[in-house]
């Protein structure tokens, strides 16, 4: 796997690109703005995935959230994992606005765990949904009074926050400690409450993340 | 028939005749006060001078109604700042609005005194000298007719006499009242507000000085936030990257020992928190630490200068703690100064005094460094004076080039 750093903290540079190196992930370029960053991946680079400081110059507001915007329509097909310092939701929300393939959504203080957090890098990269379980939080918070998601019993919508994080039924199963054929049923059930058709396939998943984060639109 | 009937307005009188006998003096003074401006191109001392004269005048003038109305009318006029050199003391008197009122009210008062004079003394002389020939016109009789009033036939004389007393009686003392009501009002309007303007002046002034308040506790707050997120965030973060990776070589069995192993990565960890560590003293630096609540100003000052490189003899010589809120800020304003002594001062001694009684606490700092400091290029010094603006506190520097750097603070304490 060969990935982009943008990150304006040089430290934080060089300690994260020797992690991600030891876990065999390969850094192609560690950058320090979101210029560069667009500069990098113009010259053809070939990556699987980005990882994007939210906060970078000139202003140390949102440079990151837009220039993954710019990336999500110009390389659809490259996965794009924010960093970021707090659970800024609408940052996620825009984010997820354009679909939840390859997206992923971290907060920075989760990235010591490195096997959690290589393991969402290679979910984005291939084309998953890694969502900081806070910032899901969050965004249930906001989805849980109206919408379809109403209709959802409370074990739902948490098989369906572990979703959203990126989880498959194996990895859901474990988190809330319930066997997967039990996991498989709420899937099952969560498809249908959100009429989300047999036909889509794996589809469903995503539809059905897309849904839950949208919720609060509905 | 009571109104009428009241005693004679002695007091009234009183106040009317010293107004009187004011009024050319304050004119006197003002002209001499106008003549000295152009003296000043030689020295604004008689200028100074006759300015006081005419304001002790002033002061005179309005303390008369106190006789009758229990309160002087107004304010003392303010004086010029005793730190201004003589013509900018000059010139902040000239453009001080209750100043400039001081000559108008004299010119007024001048014509005011005319008229009272002449009303005065021809409502008291008239009815004497009516009095007086009727009382001569009686026991001389009225052969010969020479006599004042003496063309009259007795009936006559009587009816005058009886219109005169009833003026006296009633008349007079009703002009009295009405002029001296006359000039309470003249006095109060033109001096009276100067209690007004100064409010406004004062309003004003707080206004500012809480905008800039609010705006400099908000550039403190987001300067707070990005050094805490640039720095101390951001090494934290590597810290857990870094324990991150020993955790997973010591699940690995340390696969890599020797340089690039877990013990080099644990070292370069504990950098990592130490120098967080640092970083979030530095930054806590210019908030309210701990000791200085305890301690006090000297204790958590001294604290202070003995993390700085150059020697610092503080003295601090305070009658009382000042209230929490000036603490900080001189507590604030201090280690700011020392600290651009530490960045500019190439390591010369400096030295903080921190004195003052209940009104005025001063703090000075100073060092022999090189000098050359300017409030309009250090953004250091610049958010020192914002801030002290909110207590009404001011600040003071002077930094020749060559040195030494003094840079006084005040902070009044009401």
Same mark, same amino acid.
């Given at each position: +796997?060969?990935? &982009?750093?943008?990150e304006?903290?040089?430290? /934080?540079?060089?300690v994260?690109?020797?992690a ?5 992930i390969? &850094? ?10 667009l500069?990098?991946? #113009?010259r ?7 990882i ?16 993954a ?5 110009r390389?659809?097909?490259?996965g794009v994992l ?7 939701e609408?940052?996620? !929300?825009?984010?997820?606005?354009s ?11 989760k990235v *010591?765990d490195?096997?959690?957090? $290589?393991d969402?890098l ?6 998953g ?7 899901? *939080?969050?965004?249930?918070v906001?989805?849980r009074?109206? *919408? ?10 948490? &098989? ?6 990126g989880?498959s039924? %194996? ?7 319930v ?9 099952t ?6 009429d989300?058709?047999e036909? #889509?396939?794996q ?10 984060l ?5 | +028939?009571?109104?009428?009937?009241r005693?004679?307005p002695?007091?009234? =009188?009183?106040l009317?005749?010293l107004?009187?006998?004011?009024a050319?003096l304050?004119?006197? !003074?003002?002209?001499l ?6 003296l000043a191109v030689? $020295? ?6 006759l300015a006081?004269g005419?304001?002790?005048l002033?002061?005179l ?6 006789v009758?109305?229990g309160?002087a009318v107004?304010?003392p ?5 005793r730190?201004?050199?003589g013509?900018?003391? +000059?010139a902040w ?9 001081? %000559? ?11 008229i009272?004079?002449l009303?005065?003394t021809?409502?008291?002389t008239?009815p004497?000298?009516? /009095? ?8 001389l ?7 004042f /009033?003496g063309f009259f ?12 007393v009833?003026l006296?009686?009633f008349?007079?003392?009703?002009l009295?009242?009405g002029?001296?009501w ?7 309007t ?5 209690e007004? #303007? ?8 707080l ?12 550039d403190?707050?987001?300067?707070l936030e ?5 720095g %101390?965030?951001?090494r934290?973060i %590597? ?11 010591l699940a690995?069995?340390?696969p890599?020992?020797?340089?690039g192993? !877990?013990l ?6 504990r950098?990592?928190a ?5 970083e ?5 630096r ?6 200085l609540?305890a301690?006090?100003?000297?204790a ?7 993390r700085?490189?150059m020697?610092?003899?503080i003295?601090i010589? =305070? @009658?009382?703690?000042?209230? @929490?809120?000036?603490?900080? +800020?001189?507590?604030?304003a ?8 530490a960045?500019?001062a190439?390591?010369?001694p400096?030295s ?6 209940g009104?005025?606490i001063?703090?000075i &700092? ?5 000098? *050359? ?5 250090g953004t ?5 004076a914002t801030r002290l ?5 001011r600040l003071? =520097?002077?930094s ?11 902070? @009044?304490?009401?």
């Amino acid at each position: +796997m060969r990935v &982009v750093l943008a990150e304006d903290s040089g430290l /934080l540079r060089e300690v994260l690109t020797g992690a991600l190196v030891e876990r065999g992930i390969e &850094v192609a370029a560690a950058v320090g703005d979101a210029e560069q960053l667009l500069r990098f991946l #113009d010259r053809g680079a070939e990556v699987d995935a980005v990882i994007i400081d939210v906060r970078m110059p000139p202003t140390f507001t949102d440079e990151g959230v837009r220039a993954a915007l710019v990336i999500r329509q110009r390389w659809p097909r490259l996965g794009v994992l924010i960093l970021s310092q707090y659970v800024e939701e609408r940052y996620a !929300a825009e984010l997820l606005a354009s679909g939840a393939h390859g997206v992923g959504y971290l907060l920075k203080d989760k990235v *010591g765990d490195l096997a959690e957090f $290589s393991d969402a890098l290679a979910r984005v990269a291939s084309g998953g949904t890694a969502l900081d379980p806070d910032v899901v *939080g969050q965004l249930v918070v906001r989805s849980r009074r109206q *919408g379809p998601l109403a209709r959802l019993t409370p074990r739902e919508r948490d &098989v369906l926050s572990a979703m959203a994080e990126g989880r498959s039924n %194996a990895g859901i199963a474990a988190k809330l400690v319930v066997g997967e054929g039990a996991v498989e049923k709420h899937v099952t059930s969560i498809f249908a409450k959100l009429d989300l058709n047999e036909a #889509d396939g794996q589809h469903r998943r995503v539809q059905a993340v897309l849904t839950f984060l949208r919720g609060d639109s509905a | +028939m009571r109104r009428l009937l009241r005693p004679f307005p002695w007091a009234q =009188l009183g106040l009317l005749c010293l107004g009187i006998v004011l009024a050319p003096l304050q004119a006197i !003074a003002l002209a001499l006060t106008g003549l000295a401006v152009p003296l000043a191109v030689l $020295s604004p001392r008689p200028f100074l001078f006759l300015a006081e004269g005419l304001a002790a005048l002033c002061a005179l003038d309005r303390t008369r109604f106190l006789v009758l109305h229990g309160r002087a009318v107004g304010q003392p006029l303010p004086g010029a700042p005793r730190d201004l050199d003589g013509r900018d003391q +000059m010139a902040w008197l000239l453009a001080h609005p209750a100043h400039q009122r001081v %000559a108008s009210y004299t010119i007024v008062r001048l014509g005011l005194a005319a008229i009272q004079t002449l009303a005065l003394t021809v409502t008291l002389t008239f009815p004497l000298v009516v /009095l007086a020939s009727a009382a001569a016109g009686f026991s001389l009789g009225y052969e010969p007719r020479g006599v004042f /009033l003496g063309f009259f036939d007795p009936v006559l004389a009587l009816l005058l006499v009886a219109v005169t007393v009833t003026l006296l009686l009633f008349g007079v003392p009703a002009l009295v009242r009405g002029l001296a009501w006359v000039d309470h009002r003249i006095t109060t309007t033109l001096l009276g507000s100067a209690e007004t #303007d100064e409010l406004e002046r004062r309003v004003g002034e707080l206004v500012s000085a809480r905008e800039r308040t609010v705006s400099a506790a908000d550039d403190e707050r987001s300067r707070l936030e990005r050094d805490l997120h640039d720095g %101390a965030q951001q090494r934290l973060i %590597a810290l857990s990257v870094l324990l991150g990776q020993v955790e997973g070589r010591l699940a690995a069995g340390d696969p890599a020992p020797g340089d690039g192993g !877990a013990l080099a990565l644990v070292r370069r960890a504990r950098d990592e928190a130490s120098g967080t560590i640092d970083e979030l003293r530095t930054l806590t630096r210019g908030l309210r630490p701990p000791i200085l609540e305890a301690r006090g100003l000297d204790a958590a000052l001294s604290a202070v200068a003995a993390r700085l490189p150059m020697p610092v003899d503080i003295r601090i010589d =305070l @009658p009382r703690r000042p209230d @929490p809120a000036r603490e900080a +800020m001189l507590y604030f304003a201090v280690t700011e100064l020392l600290t651009n002594v530490a960045k500019h001062a190439q390591g010369a001694p400096a030295s903080v005094e921190v004195y003052g009684d209940g009104a005025l606490i001063r703090a000075i &700092v100073a060092d022999a460094g090189p000098g *050359g400091a300017d409030v309009a290029r250090g953004t250091g010094l610049r958010g020192i004076a914002t801030r002290l603006a909110g207590v009404d506190g001011r600040l003071f =520097l002077s930094s020749p080039v060559g040195g030494p750097t003094v840079i006084t603070v005040e902070v @009044p304490c009401a």
